[in-house]
């Protein structure tokens, strides 16, 4: 055998044994390099083949490809166990560890009560109308039949635009842009936000939101208005709700009325949340006033109908026991996260 054969069998036992040796990706690197590498003797055994005399060469050639082919061939075998051992010990990718749980977002409270009284009031065949934020003095009060000298058309209540438009103080104005589009029957619900000059605090915000009934049809009655009313409390708030309707005042509603829920919290028995009342405020309601009907070019003689508005932080503090409105407002994720 010649000197050439006898260093490469040399060097093929000596690198098997290395590479076999290392436990980590950095000692089988060291035993590639040591083989392979620059200074590897590898690399010193290909220029001292091309030294060799002519008839030795083709021998020594194929011997030493085939160590070579052999050798890599076992440094990526041990590669592959090395990280497969990674996967149990900690090192590299540990296919044990749990999953990280991706964050999602969630509905506000405040959404959460609009999509679910808008659900209800959709059973009962209304549909979704909106309006603009920014509204005319005319669809905010004058159409709606509120007298020039009302107070909620004060500036100090109302927040007006330089061009005289204003922020709307209720959705009741988006009844006007529905009938002055469309002829009778009307049956929807706007819900929206509104904002009113109010100085904030546990039950007041500068802006709020409604939601806006509106049904006008042929002999509508007061009775409808009272059964829309008691079916929306009880799919809202469960079987055992009562509604109870009290006279009131609103200039675009002949006759009015103030609603209420029976407390859900003492079922009408009377406790702080009720001021022992045993009855919670919801928001107004009455018969469109013909004056109203007139105004969008409805004849009052062949049309009658209902209106009713509501406030969503309201029901909103009422159905999840929220105690002050400014915590909707405020961000907190740790707050808003419970819903
Ligand atoms: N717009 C009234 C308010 O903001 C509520 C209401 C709506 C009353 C519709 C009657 C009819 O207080």
Not at 41 to 61: D, I, R
Not at 100 to 125: E, L, W, Y
Not at 217 to 238: H, I, N, T
Not at 266 to 280: E, F, P
Request: aromatic share 8%; net charge negative; charged share 25%.
């Amino acid at each position: 055998m010649s000197a050439f054969i006898e260093k490469l069998k040399a060097a093929r036992e000596d690198g098997a044994k290395n590479i076999c040796a290392a436990s980590d990706p950095q000692s089988l690197e060291a035993a590639r390099a040591a083989l392979f590498g620059r200074n590897g003797v590898f690399t010193a055994l290909g220029k001292e083949l091309g030294a060799l005399p002519a008839e030795e060469k083709p021998a020594a050639g194929k011997s030493l490809n085939d160590a070579k082919r052999e050798l890599s061939a076992l440094l990526d075998e041990t590669a592959a166990k090395i990280a497969g051992q990674g996967a149990s010990t900690g090192e590299g990718i540990d296919l044990t560890l749990p999953g990280r749980r991706r964050r999602t977002g969630h509905k506000h409270p405040v959404s959460i009560v609009i999509d679910d009284c808008v659900a209800i009031f959709r059973r009962m065949g209304f549909i979704v109308a909106e309006g603009p934020e920014i509204e005319t003095v005319f669809n905010n009060f004058d159409a709606l039949n509120t007298p020039q000298d009302h107070p909620s058309r004060d500036p100090a209540d109302t927040f007006y635009f330089e061009d005289g438009r204003l922020l709307r103080t209720q959705t009741s104005p988006v009844q006007i842009r529905v009938m002055e589009k469309q002829s009778p029957p009307v049956r929807i619900v706007a819900p929206g936000r509104c904002f009113r000059r109010d100085t904030p605090d546990a039950t007041h915000s500068a802006n709020f939101h409604q939601i806006e009934g509106l049904y006008v049809d042929k002999g509508v009655s007061m009775s409808d208005l009272k059964s829309v009313l008691l079916y929306f409390a009880k799919e809202l708030m469960g079987p055992d709700v009562e509604i109870r309707l009290r006279p009131h005042f609103f200039p675009f509603t002949e006759p009015s009325v103030e609603y209420d829920f029976s407390c859900v919290m003492c079922a009408g028995k009377g406790c702080r949340v009720c001021k022992q009342s045993g009855w919670l405020e919801i928001s107004g309601a009455g018969m469109v006033n013909p004056a109203v009907l007139r105004n969008v070019g409805y004849d009052p003689d062949e049309w009658s109908g209902f209106a009713f508005g509501m406030g969503i932080e309201r029901i909103a503090m009422i159905r999840y026991r929220i105690s002050d409105i400014r915590l909707l407002y405020e961000n907190e994720t740790r707050f808003l996260e419970q819903f």
